[in-house]
């Protein structure tokens, strides 16, 4: 198993903190992995993104053209991301940051309305947990279990009292994503 993904959204989505709990997750399950992020000015509102590799084998290079999958959370993070979906891979994208959803044929395309979710959740923080959930439910890469224990890791310690809610954030996405 190998798993090639890209996030890609506006900076303070939490974009990177999204691949980050992927990537200990994944480490947490024996599998090898890869966490590169993009940012800089991006952090202010530009677009950021992170690539992360989970595989069974050795990871040979971490820089990618092509992503069995693609998290895309804001509008020109999909115009510069929907053509770099392997054909048969999965696109993921949430409602309220896309004006002109995409188009292709050969990907498997999924909405899933994280913001409005998080909105009712009354936690805008728990947005990327909610598109994680989702990303989890089409493509089993790591275990929720795992995924907690990766928050441990990611998370400094004062923030641990959110870790329930985190785990009902990204629960609440594995029932909201859809096929479109």
């Known amino acids: 198993m190998k798993e090639e993904i890209i996030i890609a959204g506006f900076g303070g989505q939490g974009v990177l903190s999204m691949g980050k709990i992927l990537a200990y997750s994944g480490l947490m399950e024996g599998k090898e992995v890869t966490w590169m992020p993009a940012y800089g000015p991006e952090q202010r509102g530009g677009t950021a993104n992170v690539t992360v590799i989970v595989s069974d084998e050795k990871i040979s290079s971490p820089i990618l053209s092509k992503y069995d999958a693609a998290i895309i959370l804001n509008q020109p993070s ?35 309305d994280a913001m409005d979710a998080a909105n009712e959740m009354n936690n805008a923080k728990a947005f990327n947990m909610i598109v994680l959930g989702g990303l989890l439910k089409i493509a089993p890469i790591v275990t929720l279990e795992n995924v907690i224990k990766g928050l441990k890791k990611t998370l400094p310690e004062r923030h641990h009292h959110l870790i329930p809610m ?8 594995m029932e909201l994503i859809k096929e479109v």
Request: proline fraction near 7%; charged fraction near 35%; glycine fraction near 12%.
């Open 78 to 112: 999909l115009e510069k991301f929907e053509s770099k979906v392997k054909p048969g891979g999965i696109l993921i994208y949430d409602g309220y940051g896309i004006i002109n959803p995409p188009t292709r044929k050969d990907i498997h395309i999924y909405r899933i």
């Open 166 to 173: 985190n785990e009902e954030a990204i629960k609440r996405g």
